[in-house]
Nanobody, 124 residues
């Protein structure tokens, strides 16, 4: 059983930056691929980024490519999402999630564990 806790959300102006963190406990963090998703009211959860167990492979949604950076520190059992050049359309609740299988890692259905989410609000 893996517990995930996100932090770092908040209110920021368009063009600004935020760094989200996700702390993991209760399991072998380094054996999980880690993803970030986001969700707004009335919409399905949307893939943002994913990083492999070693950090060597990363994949981003087109909507955030070049603006967001995912990273992890296996020694600290943490994954991060650096968000730069934020836009109002980035406003959402952001979730981190863990899965064992890399294939289809953009699909939320394959993730075994989820955090509770952190709100990011970007004002125009």
């Amino acid at each position: 059983q893996v517990q995930l806790v996100e932090s770092g959300g908040g209110l920021v102006q368009a063009g600004g930056s935020l760094r989200l963190s996700c702390a993991a406990s209760g399991g072998s963090f380094s054996s999980y691929h880690m993803g970030w998703f986001r969700q707004t009211p009335g919409k399905e959860r949307e893939f943002v980024a994913v990083i492999s167990t070693t950090g060597n492979n990363k994949y981003y949604a087109d909507s955030v490519k070049g603006r967001f950076t995912i990273s992890r520190d296996n020694a600290k059992n943490a994954v991060y999402l650096q968000m730069d050049s934020l836009k109002p359309e980035d406003t959402a609740v952001y979730y981190c999630a863990a899965r064992r299988i890399w294939r289809a890692s953009t699909d939320s259905a394959g993730y075994n564990y989820w955090g509770q989410g952190t709100q990011v609000t970007v004002s125009s």
